[in-house]
């Protein structure tokens, strides 16, 4: 496996489901990030994991739960979800160098999520 | 006023046509952009970096006005398969993206 790769690759879910995204890098990359694509709407920016640590969680509702047990993995616990909550999940990956400079981020295929 | 603003389009052009569009930013002191493109269903890909002073690959030349806040894309001779969107990226520690540029090219 090359790059960022992300499974399930569809999900129907119901609004009183659990279930997990998954995200793999084989980049060898120190960061990692979630990011949510509505239709018509900018990427939204929801976790980053920086060395395995949570950096920045841009004011996600609780039922989105990250979790990212090593450098090469990220998941995204989803349950009690809303149909607005149906999209594009993105994984991405990246190296960043110094403090404060993010790179080039490569993205997965990404999840399309819909919540019935 | 939002971080990173685009015509969101479409561009419709005739293949071997020249178009061109842009991407505004509010933040003056951001110093880092990028040009993404994502196909329809499929995850965003780096284009090209953005440079102080402009750069090209191939038919792609991307430009930056730091005094009017804008980068711009021009894409020449254009083919069938450079229909997609593209997406401005505004790079302050993290990455900040516009809604995405719809450009379709038909035969």
């Known amino acids: 496996e090359t790059g960022v790769t992300q499974t399930p690759r569809h999900l129907v879910m119901g609004m009183t489901n659990k279930k997990s995204l998954k995200c793999e890098q084989h980049?060898?990359?120190?960061?990692m990030y979630w990011y949510k694509q509505s239709a018509k709407k900018p990427l939204e920016l929801m976790f980053v994991y920086s060395l395995e640590e949570r950096v920045e969680n841009n004011s996600v509702p609780s039922r989105f739960s990250p979790e990212c047990p090593n450098s090469s993995h990220l998941f995204l616990h989803l349950h009690t979800l809303q149909p607005e909550d149906s999209a594009l999940y993105l994984c991405a990956s990246s190296q960043d160098g110094r403090q404060g400079q993010s790179n080039e981020q490569f993205f997965g295929p990404g999840t399309r999520l819909t919540v019935l | 006023r939002k971080e990173v603003e685009q015509d969101p389009g479409p561009f419709n052009v005739p293949e071997g046509a020249t178009v061109a569009f842009n991407c505004t930013y509010s933040n003056s002191a951001s110093q880092s952009f990028f040009w993404y493109r994502q196909d329809c269903r499929k995850e965003p890909k780096l284009l090209m970096s953005v440079y102080s002073s402009g750069n090209e690959d191939g038919r792609f030349t991307a430009q930056l006005n730091r005094a009017s806040q804008y980068i711009s894309l021009l894409i020449r001779d254009s083919k069938l398969s450079d229909s997609a969107t593209y997406l401005c990226v505004v790079n302050d520690y993290k990455l900040s993206f516009g809604a995405g540029t719809t450009v379709t090219v038909r035969a």
């Open positions: 980049l060898g990359h120190n960061a």
